[in-house]
């Protein structure tokens, strides 16, 4: 029973490893924009730009939420027609919501 355990532990040490290997040099780039973004302590930039563009942009997207257009790919007749642009008023009306 202990060396299951033990198998246990070192796959996911295995996993946690390679997850750090892939993915680290994305974490050091968000650490440098993060670090950018906030400017604390680095008395060399006047005013942050970054953080006033973000902010910017940030109010811009979500003043108004967008419309949802939702169109049929194809344009049937009769019946099957009228079911699809029923089913297509259905789902635009539910994002809508």
Aim: glycine share 4%; hydrophobic share 35%; charged share 30%.
């Amino acid at each position: 029973m202990v060396t299951d355990d033990t198998n246990t532990a070192q796959r996911w040490i295995a996993r946690i490893q390679k997850e750090e290997k892939a993915h680290g040099n994305w974490r050091k780039e968000a650490k440098a924009a993060e670090d950018s973004y906030f400017d604390d302590c680095k008395p060399k930039h006047l005013f942050n730009l970054f953080y006033s563009t973000v902010n910017t942009l940030h109010a811009r997207l979500y003043s108004k939420a967008p419309n949802p257009d939702v169109r049929r790919r194809f344009d049937a007749q009769g019946e099957e027609g009228k079911a699809a642009k029923q089913a297509a008023l259905l789902v635009e009306r539910g994002l809508a919501h």
